[in-house]
T-cell receptor, first 114, second 117 residues
């Protein structure tokens, strides 16, 4: 069975702090895709990144970076120098190669305080 | 490009009435659309897969007679919540898979918030 676990329900940091959101996934498939989405209070989902199972290179995009480690089945997301506008719920998601369905984690609510 | 629009953004209805939510891909064709439901402070749960020109595929535990899905064209899927009750109050989000599926990326609508009184 496929599953995504985001153990951190809520995280609160002060602006400019770095914060890492954890994501652990389960699948027996060898080909799969991992995603991160941001959901601000308005509700829409904002796509942040997609990574396939064969690409373990870490990625950096501005203040955002992602650490994909197949050995621990983790795909963690770090925000450097957090800002108040980063406050949102962040979802990690998994998709199998055989389907376009997304399996979402339970989400982590991030609050960045001024 | 790749814009998905949902309408209405929010709706309030009385218990027992039916509500239709539309999901449109504005600048691409989508043979497949997905409907998700999100209760407050919870994750997104897939309700059903909508396929253009054929019956929708529902996830386990989702009542197909209560949540009617119609995907009549390559740019429009509708979700009708029939005989809505307060427990159906939720945030409904659709996503669309472009017909060409080159990247396999899904594009999400803005969501529709349903409140049943």
């Amino acid at each position: 069975a496929q599953k995504v676990t985001q153990a951190q329900t809520e995280i609160s940091v002060v602006e400019k702090e770095d914060v890492t959101l954890d994501c652990v996934y389960e699948t027996r498939d060898t080909t799969y895709y991992l995603f991160w989405y941001k959901q601000p209070p308005s509700g829409e989902l904002v796509f942040l990144i997609r990574r396939n199972s064969f690409d373990e290179q870490n990625e950096i995009s501005g203040r955002y970076s992602w650490n994909f480690q197949k050995s621990t089945s983790s795909f963690n997301f770090t925000i450097t120098a957090s800002q108040v506008v980063d406050s949102a719920v962040y979802f990690c998601a998994l998709r199998m190669d055989s389907s376009y369905k997304l399996i979402f984690g339970s989400g982590t609510r991030l609050l960045v305080r001024p | 490009g790749a814009v998905v629009s949902q309408h209405p953004s929010w709706v309030i209805c009385k218990s027992g009435t039916s509500v239709k939510i539309e999901c449109r891909s504005l600048d691409f064709q989508a043979t497949t659309m997905f409907w998700y439901r999100q209760f407050p402070k919870q994750s997104l749960m897939l309700m059903a897969t909508s396929n253009e020109g054929s019956k929708a595929t529902y996830e386990q535990g989702v009542e197909k007679d209560k949540f009617l899905i119609n995907h009549a064209s390559l740019t429009l899927s509708t979700l009708t919540v029939t005989s809505a009750h307060p427990e159906d109050s939720s945030f409904y989000i659709c996503s669309a898979l472009p017909r060409d599926r080159v990247t396999g990326e899904l594009f999400f609508g803005e969501g529709s918030r349903l409140t049943v009184l």
